[in-house]
């Protein structure tokens, strides 16, 4: 038998009962305890809340019904007096799937409640998928955490089977990315909006950066707007994030080289899912060689020192990729609260791996890295004394 769900009205005076805000706050101390207050919630369903605790500034109640709670919802108390409920405070939205269950993408945004057995849902912003996916391609979501094989598509959802997720379900939370590397999205490469905004960015820009670049026709498309605005002064700078565009990348390059100044960023977050990460250093490895031989810079992206970055501390494989990064021409760092020492670690590696290679080829200078640490022990010696 399932406990009543709990709810303070007005103050939360308890850490582990959420509360809501309720106006009048007058209204809270003339209720009583075992009072039935009555409502209409934000699916139009009657609902009673029984009374539970009294306080000046708070009411506890518990209810055994699900109750949509939304702001300015009506409450109302057995003597006909009514108060409102105030602005409800943000949460962050989540549900947690396992393999095995099924995960119905919808065409659309709405809020949709859950029902019995029904497979768990959530919203996808891209209407192209709902038209160019099919039965058995993969779809990977939160940055390849949870991935999925297409069983069903229609044109308001598609079905999702499970297949890759932690061993006791992963969580996946609201915003988070969706990937269909196997499916030949058609989506024009610069949309109205697009448009209106590089009006904007010829006047006031030094770069622009397209995203999921597939095509050299993107690209073209790209130019042509900003010629047309008499913006060949704006830099142009590529993100391969897709394997379209990986696979496309010598074509894109032929396009984008016309321009006076253009560069590529691996996109290496997006990149990963789509391709595999077991491929990824491959991958990443032919960009750096194509790019190299066209002339074009490569801005290496994507996680590089982040979780010293966010807490403070890398990881040694981190350190290892952000050494890696020499091979570009620049290396970009995420936001975090440790930004400034991941600044000055980064100049670190990357000033001392200059010396061994100049993009992709080996410098072969004289190895003495390990004369620092010579010289560290013998002034650590010196200073013990001699040893008898």
């Not at 306080?55 to 518990?62: F, K, N, Q, S, T």
């Not at 598509?153 to 999702?160: A, F, I, N, Y």
């Not at 060949?232 to 100044?261: A, P």
Request: proline share 5%; aromatic share 4%.
């Amino acid at each position: 038998m399932h406990r009543p769900a709990r709810l303070w009205l007005g103050t939360q005076r308890s850490e582990d009962v959420p509360a809501v805000p309720v106006e009048p706050q007058g209204w809270l101390a003339a209720r009583t305890e075992g009072e039935r207050l009555r409502l209409r919630d934000a699916r139009d369903s009657g609902r009673t809340l029984r009374v539970v605790e009294v306080h000046e500034d708070a009411v506890l109640v518990e209810f055994s019904k699900t109750v949509y709670f939304a702001t300015g919802i009506v409450l109302r108390a057995p003597d006909g007096a009514e108060a409102v409920l105030g602005e409800l405070p943000e949460t962050e939205q989540s549900l947690r799937v396992a393999v095995g269950e099924t995960l119905r993408l919808l065409n659309h945004t709405d809020p949709v409640p859950a029902e019995g057995t029904a497979p768990l849902v959530i919203g996808c912003t891209l209407p192209e998928a709902f038209r160019d996916a099919a039965a058995g391609h993969r779809v990977w979501l939160d940055d390849g955490r949870i991935g999925g094989v297409i069983r069903s598509v229609h044109p308001q959802h598609m079905d999702v089977e499970i297949t890759h997720a932690g061993p006791t379900g992963s969580r996946l939370r609201a915003e988070k990315g969706i990937n269909f590397p196997d499916t030949d999205l058609h989506l024009p490469a610069l949309t109205e909006k697009d448009r209106e905004d590089l009006a904007f960015v010829a006047r006031h820009a030094d770069n622009v950066n397209m995203s999921f670049v597939r095509s050299a026709q993107d690209v073209a498309d790209l130019l042509a707007r900003l010629e047309a605005l008499d913006a060949r002064s704006v830099d142009v700078t590529l993100k391969i994030e897709t394997v379209g565009g990986f696979e496309h990348l010598s074509m894109i390059l032929l396009e984008v080289m016309r321009w006076q100044d253009s560069g590529v960023m691996i996109a290496r977050g997006d990149l990963a899912v789509e391709t595999g990460f077991e491929r990824m250093a491959e991958v990443q490895q032919e960009i750096l060689w194509l790019c190299e031989a066209a002339h074009v810079p490569v801005v290496w992206a994507t996680q590089v020192l982040e979780t010293l970055a966010k807490r403070g501390l890398p990881s040694r494989a981190e350190i290892t990729d952000a050494a890696q990064g020499q091979q570009a021409e620049c290396v970009m760092l995420n936001k975090g609260p440790f930004v400034v020492e991941a600044i000055r670690t980064l100049s670190s590696v990357l000033e001392r791996m200059s010396g061994h290679a100049s993009k992709k080829t080996d410098l072969l200078r004289q190895l003495h890295a390990w004369r620092d640490f010579v010289r560290r022990g013998e002034r650590a010696a010196s200073w013990c004394g001699p040893v008898p």
